[in-house]
């Protein structure tokens, strides 16, 4: 007890968390970079299978919809040709950050920040 | 010694105890032994984690505490505003799916999300719920999530088909994306080790390229879990705010 410590060890706890806080502002960037790469491997891992299932998954609706009512082979036509669309209006908004099947341009004052679509012309 | 390779043999489900009601089976699989250890360890983590509530959290806390402020967090900047009520649905996707991911790489256990099965059962709850979520928000408003603004009204013909198709996509991506990552790991990594285990001693290379693949699996099913849980919270926000 030599030294002259707070004699509150939570003052002093709180005392540490500073200056520990202090000490990581200067590690802000490489904290930055981690989130961009995590960022990014997801967006590859997202829109890797997006095209591929989407054109799938339409030519296999509409495979269902010729068998059902006998339209061979239009249904299946015309939904391989929305589904190449669909799955490319997947992977556009997935790139461009907007996200998910809505209006092209969302309202400036939209919530969801950090996507960083303001400079986006979409 | 000819030794067999059958690399897809490890997703073999195989009843452990044989139930059937009525002709249904519904016996206990060590696909279902795999998922209850999941839903055991969750659990114990979060429990057992939290249970001193200690000021400086020891070791146990702080993983508890990291994956709660991780999912908060990323459903906070993902879904936006009101996101937060729904966060014990994505938090609990989220460490079902990592834990499931995780533990298939434990030798001998079992790859639960290599199952398309399993991984579209998750994703059809995450869509049938937004869907309803979004319903429940905005009643028949809804719809125009499928109208997009400022296009002329012929255009519309083509392009609400279009809207409701990539809508209608999204839980076979969700499921099909996790499903295939899993499976062609895992049937990597038992192709490798086969080759290892039949060239004898130049096996050691594939040996080698197996240890990395490890390596890389893990990333992978750490970051499966991630896209699983942050592409709930982008639908999320969709069905809230419609934007």
Redesign the interface.
């Known amino acids: 007890m030599s030294e002259s410590t707070p004699p509150d060890p939570l003052s002093r706890l709180g005392q540490e968390i500073d200056k520990a806080r202090a000490g990581r502002v200067r590690r802000q960037p490489p904290v930055a970079d981690r989130s961009t790469l995590q960022r990014g491997l997801s967006l590859g891992f997202r829109i890797g299978i997006e095209l591929v299932v989407a054109v799938v998954v339409a030519t296999g609706i509409g495979w269902a919809i010729d068998r059902w009512l006998g339209t061979r082979p239009w249904g299946m036509i015309v939904l391989f040709f929305m589904g190449v669309a669909a799955g490319m209006l997947n992977v556009y908004r997935a790139v461009t950050g907007v996200s998910g099947p809505v209006g092209f341009r969302p309202p400036a004052e939209s919530s969801t920040g950090a996507k960083g679509w303001d400079d986006e012309d979409c | 010694m000819a030794i067999e390779i059958q690399p897809l043999e490890q997703f073999k489900i195989h009843p452990i105890i044989p139930i059937h009601i009525g002709g249904l089976d519904v016996s206990y699989t060590n696909s279902a032994l795999l998922m209850t250890i999941a839903v055991v360890m969750i659990t114990a983590l979060m429990v057992l984690g939290t249970r001193k509530r200690a ?2 959290p020891g070791r146990w806390q702080s993983v508890a505490e990291m994956s709660y402020e991780f999912v908060a967090d990323m459903i906070e ?5 009101g996101g937060q009520e729904f966060f014990p649905f994505v938090f609990t996707l989220f460490m079902f799916i990592l834990f499931a991911n995780f533990l298939a790489l434990v030798p001998y256990s079992y790859a639960v999300t290599s199952q398309i099965i399993v991984t579209f059962a998750l994703a059809i709850v995450v869509f049938v719920g937004v869907t309803i979520i979004g319903i429940i928000k905005h009643g028949f408003g809804f719809l ?8 002329p009204p012929v255009l519309l013909l083509l392009l609400v ?7 209608c ?1 999204r839980p ?2 969700l499921s ?2 996790l499903f ?2 899993m499976l062609a790991g895992h049937t990597m990594l038992a192709i490798l080790g086969g080759f290892a285990a039949s060239i004898g001693l130049f096996g050691i290379l594939p040996m080698g390229i197996d240890i990395l693949i490890v390596a890389l699996e893990v990333l992978v099913a750490a ?2 879990a ?2 699983f849980a ?2 709930t919270c ?2 999320l ?2 069905a809230l ?3």
């Open positions: 000021l400086v900047t993902n879904a936006g505003h125009r999530l499928f109208v997009p603004q400022g296009v088909p279009i809207e409701l198709l990539s809508y996509i076979f991506t099909i994306r295939a990552n970051l499966q991630y896209v942050i592409l982008l639908y926000s969709d705010h419609l934007h």
